[in-house]
């Protein structure tokens, strides 16, 4: 199993939920998180950050290394808004130390302007 699927599978796990209720959380079915967790599927971004969310976890905590690289910027732009194009051009002219910075910087004003996961099936 690839770790990101891995990393899903034991956040879950920890989190106590099964597979059909962080589906019910961030809007797909148990088989589809099942799907994530065997590495059957990918998720894109958006359904991404949902379990993120869904987990009290950030994306990076779930994905695998390199995953950022295949990850096309129309998919960035649909996500995350202009904003995120901005910080884009911006970190991409920045060192790893820079970037580090700024990923560092962006979980430390997280709890601020946090989005809540969206609820689903009555909760």
Not at 77 to 86: I, L, P, S, V, Y
């Amino acid at each position: 199993m690839n770790p990101d699927g891995e990393r899903l599978k034991a956040a879950r796990e920890a989190a106590g939920l099964t597979q059909e209720e962080l589906g019910q959380r961030v809007g797909v079915t148990g088989v589809t998180i099942m799907r994530y967790e065997k590495n059957q599927r990918q998720p894109r971004l958006e359904q991404l950050r949902r379990i993120a969310l869904a987990l009290n976890m950030t994306v990076s905590e779930l994905v695998e290394p390199g995953y950022w690289g295949k990850v096309t910027p129309e998919e960035i732009d649909e996500a995350w808004g202009g904003g995120q194009a901005r910080a884009n051009a911006a970190m991409k002219q920045m060192t790893e130390e820079g970037r580090d910075k700024v990923a560092d910087y962006a979980e430390d004003i997280l709890p601020r302007y946090k989005k809540e996961a969206p609820k689903q099936g009555g909760e």
